[in-house]
């Protein structure tokens, strides 16, 4: 099928936001985009790479060239489980889901299911995004320190993904652990990160830094 490569950039763009593509260590692998296609018996059609954009691009390249229908699938069920998922819930939009319908259509797709009625009107039609993670901070602020320091982890995981840097959740390497790490202009950076109760002055700051 022909299509013009800048739509389907448009759409993996779009589609960025519904469902990540490697599992968080406390979340779930039923709600990555892998997920998705294995449950739809298009297993075959999942590149091996690790970069969400690109993996998207790529599974949804493969899918229009072997069957509209198992494109369209993928679309639809990336979408539904996407708003399905806990931490989605009341973050997706119902312009972000019609645009997603109206890219589709404009490369050859047509996806009615998305349209319906009784999608669209349970969907919100509003978000703010920064007050959604101001308040995860607010909240994280009155947690004890242990489970801070995991939920702080996700969300810098989470914020980094809105942004679509790429991230990667915490690893070890020998004795040493590493927070994680994000992609910016095709470069990874390496991510560590603490959390201080107190406000920090310009010495402590610059002692953090230097320790680094």
């Not at 406390?26 to 091996?48: C, F, M, N, W």
């Not at 509209?68 to 806990?86: C, D, H, S």
């Not at 969907?123 to 242990?146: A, G, V």
């Amino acid at each position: 099928m022909v299509y013009r490569k800048r739509d389907m950039d448009s759409l993996v763009y779009t589609l960025y936001d519904f469902l990540p593509w490697t599992k968080h260590p406390k979340g779930k692998y039923y709600y990555t985009i892998p997920a998705v296609a294995e449950d739809l018996s298009a297993r075959h059609l999942i590149p091996d790479v690790h970069s969400k954009s690109y993996g998207l691009f790529l599974l949804l390249s493969n899918a229009i060239q072997t069957d509209k229908a198992i494109f369209a699938n993928l679309v639809t069920n990336i979408v539904l489980r996407g708003l399905e998922k806990p931490k989605n819930r009341g973050q997706i939009t119902q312009d972000q889901v019609l645009k997603v319908v109206e890219q589709c259509e404009r490369i050859g797709i047509r996806i009615k299911t998305l349209k319906s009625d009784k999608i669209i009107e349970q969907i919100p039609q509003n978000q703010d995004e920064n007050e959604y993670f101001i308040k995860w901070l607010h909240d994280m602020d009155k947690m004890e320190s242990i489970r801070r320091g995991r939920e702080f982890e996700q969300f810098l995981n989470e914020l980094f993904d809105f942004f679509r840097l790429s991230p990667n959740p915490a690893f070890r390497l020998k004795n040493e652990e590493i927070d994680g790490s994000f992609v910016l202009g095709h470069t990874p950076y390496l991510l560590e990160a603490k959390w201080h109760t107190k406000k920090l002055g310009s010495k402590s700051s610059k002692s953090s830094i230097l320790s680094l």
